[in-house]
């Protein structure tokens, strides 16, 4: 995550208490906003998925996060490298049109699923709807076939996102900015499945020293998330009071601060769904409360230094140390570890293996 950087950089303007509060307070809800709602549907989505007897389509495995950490220092020195060498205006102008691409799509997205639910029968029944099927076949693979259904209703709300993504290409507002960065946390929590528990703590272990790393031993985390201009990072002006919309003054937060430790709270809450289908989703609620500690803390050190903070480097102990005592107390320790989203299921070689020793005790009955 390049933009798994800090909640405010160097070198701001001083702002009123009253500023600080309200940037701050806002930060802090539109942080644990996407990380309630991701996790709560990434149980449903995990079962739909289990209904049909598929996978989530991003998977984090173990090898994928040991690596992770890596290509994230390579992307965001190569980031660095850029913006040192090559006029920022052109950087900003080819990440502006990837990343809000990327936008209109997760904001259309999040908004179907969101309102959908919503919407009277009367109204949805007049939109038509529309199936379309695709036949892929990858390089040297069988093809696949795939259906896309869609709704007059979807239509509209591309269109409407792909004009806010035009106006934000040209104008660079924060609050469409945070609205297609609130998206983009959103469909993460609830698409993206960590593999298992150790997999949560290796990725979360590994961009525990990446940030500390880039933020406290060079400039070079700072640099991008100052340079960066596309929706990567919520802003909020400190200075909203006295200046309105004309604002300028931003405290940030870069989405991986949201999105990596809301993977790890999103998996536990699909462990309590399937582990404690009748109690308290205790685990769900005591990371998230941890998180939300573990914010907080980022945000006072933050203020009393007046220096840029990696975030993981309070939130990862407060995410992975209290659900692994929670399970310590509880006696879970060992389910939580070996719980997986998607178990791995037999190969046909194992299949006739273990089918074997039946007909012979059969035949020695």
Not at 2 to 7: H, R, S, V
Not at 158 to 185: R, S
Not at 217 to 242: Q, R, Y
Request: with cysteine.
């Amino acid at each position: 995550m390049e933009g798994n950087a800090t909640l405010n950089a160097t070198g701001r303007d001083a702002a009123t208490t009253e500023g600080i509060i309200l940037t701050y307070g806002s930060l802090f809800f539109m942080a644990i906003a996407p990380i309630v709602l991701g996790s709560v549907r990434s149980v449903n989505h995990q079962l739909q998925l289990l209904k049909k007897g598929e996978e989530a389509s991003d998977r984090i495995l173990m090898k994928d996060a040991a690596v992770f950490p890596l290509y994230a220092s390579g992307g965001l020195f190569s980031l660095y490298l850029f913006f040192k060498y090559i006029p920022k205006e052109y950087v900003n102008l080819i990440l502006s049109v990837i990343f809000i691409g990327l936008g209109i799509s997760a904001l259309a997205r999040a908004i179907c699923v969101l309102v959908d639910p919503l919407l009277p029968e009367t109204l949805t029944s007049w939109f038509t709807k529309y199936n379309v099927k695709l036949t892929v076949t990858p390089p040297k693979k069988k093809a696949e076939d795939s259906e896309i259904t869609f709704s007059t209703g979807d239509l509209i709300v591309w269109v409407m996102c792909a004009a806010l993504g035009v106006v934000y290409f040209f104008f660079k507002n924060w609050i469409l900015n945070n609205l297609f960065g609130l998206a983009f946390c959103l469909n993460a929590v609830e698409l993206i499945s960590l593999d298992s528990f150790g997999v949560g703590c290796l990725l979360l272990g590994g961009l525990f020293v990446y940030d500390i790393f880039w933020v406290f031993g060079t400039d070079v985390m700072v640099t991008v998330a100052k340079s960066f201009e596309a929706p990567i990072k919520l802003e909020f002006p400190m200075d909203l009071l006295e200046k309105g919309l004309a604002a300028k003054n931003f405290g940030m937060l870069g989405l991986g601060d949201i999105v990596i430790p809301g993977l790890l709270i999103a998996l536990l809450c699909r462990f309590d769904y399937h582990h404690h289908p009748n109690r308290s989703r205790a685990y769900f609620f005591t990371s998230f409360f941890a998180y939300i500690v573990g914010l907080l803390l980022t945000i006072g050190v933050m203020h009393v230094f007046k220096a840029a903070q990696p975030a993981l480097l309070y939130l990862v102990p407060c995410c992975v140390g209290t659900p692994l005592l929670l399970a310590l107390c509880r006696g879970d320790i060992m389910d939580l570890i070996r719980y997986r989203d998607y178990p791995e299921k037999p190969s046909k070689d194992q299949e006739p293996q273990d089918q074997e020793p039946e007909p012979a005790h059969a035949k020695e009955d």
